[in-house]
């Protein structure tokens, strides 16, 4: 089946820096690639997603980039914010699995003002 | 709105006991699904259902079944709760139809079996 590697497990940055989450799959079949957003006590919520014959997406200060032969998709998050602080997680998923997710382990990312 | 709820968001049962953990969507939802949330591991898919009587296994079913009688209701069932299924259980539906794969979750069901 399909496996998912997030990096980091946590991350600390300051408020206004970039940061960078990293994922990695391991089925080709795979073509769907959404990202969560969980803060603490609260559901997930998803807050952008790639599909395989897209090789990047932006909303506002969020980004997605794939690369398809290296099978592997990350998170750009620019000018962070405070209310940014919260576990990530990527997930992938295929028609085959009836677009069930695969997740990552999480990113635990911290804005400090 | 999206709306998917589950029937408790805190649970306290003993090792042994049959335990039903109820979801509900109202988007007309074709595909539900269930996952457990354990820190460090993230979440794991325990079954999912893309019609209502039709279930699939995900990548952790053992002790658990699931019942889909009705379109807008998915329930997991514990069998015999034992300690190590102690967990946040998470709902989620997504429409099922081409396109549109956006998962939307419950609240989440934190059980404790003792």
């Known amino acids: 089946g399909e496996n998912v590697e997030q990096h980091p497990s946590t991350l600390s940055v300051q408020e206004g820096d970039s940061a960078v989450i990293k994922c990695t799959y391991s089925?080709?079949?795979?073509?769907?690639f959404p990202w969560y957003k969980q803060e603490l006590g609260k559901r997930p919520q998803l807050i952008i997603d790639?599909?395989?014959?897209?090789g990047e997406k932006k909303d506002q200060r969020i980004a997605v980039t794939l690369n398809k032969t290296a099978k592997h998709f990350s998170l750009h998050i620019t000018e962070t914010q405070p209310e940014d602080s919260a576990v990530y997680f990527c997930?992938?998923?295929?028609?085959?699995?009836?677009?069930?997710?695969?997740f990552g382990k999480g990113t635990s990312l911290l804005v400090t003002p | 709105d999206v709306k998917v709820t589950q029937s408790s968001r805190y649970l306290v049962k003993r090792t042994g006991e049959k335990v039903f953990l109820e979801c509900v969507q109202d988007?007309?939802?074709?595909?539900m699904f269930w996952y457990r949330q354990d820190p460090g591991l993230g979440l794991r898919l325990i079954y999912f259902?893309?019609?209502?009587?039709?279930?699939e296994k995900g990548d952790i079913p053992e002790g658990y079944s699931v019942s889909r009688e009705k379109k807008e209701r998915f329930s997991l069932i514990l069998e015999s709760a034992s300690t190590n299924q102690t967990s946040m259980y998470l709902c989620?539906?997504?429409?099922?139809?081409?396109?549109?794969?956006?998962?939307?979750f419950g609240p989440g069901t934190r059980l404790t079996v003792t």
């Open positions: 790639i599909r395989s014959n897209v």
């Open positions: 089925d080709s079949a795979s073509n769907y």
């Open positions: 989620a539906s997504s429409p099922g139809t081409a396109g549109a794969y956006e998962q939307y």
């Open positions: 259902s893309y019609d209502v009587k039709m279930k």
């Open positions: 988007m007309d939802h074709e595909n």
């Open positions: 997930a992938a998923s295929n028609h085959g699995s009836g677009y069930a997710l695969n």
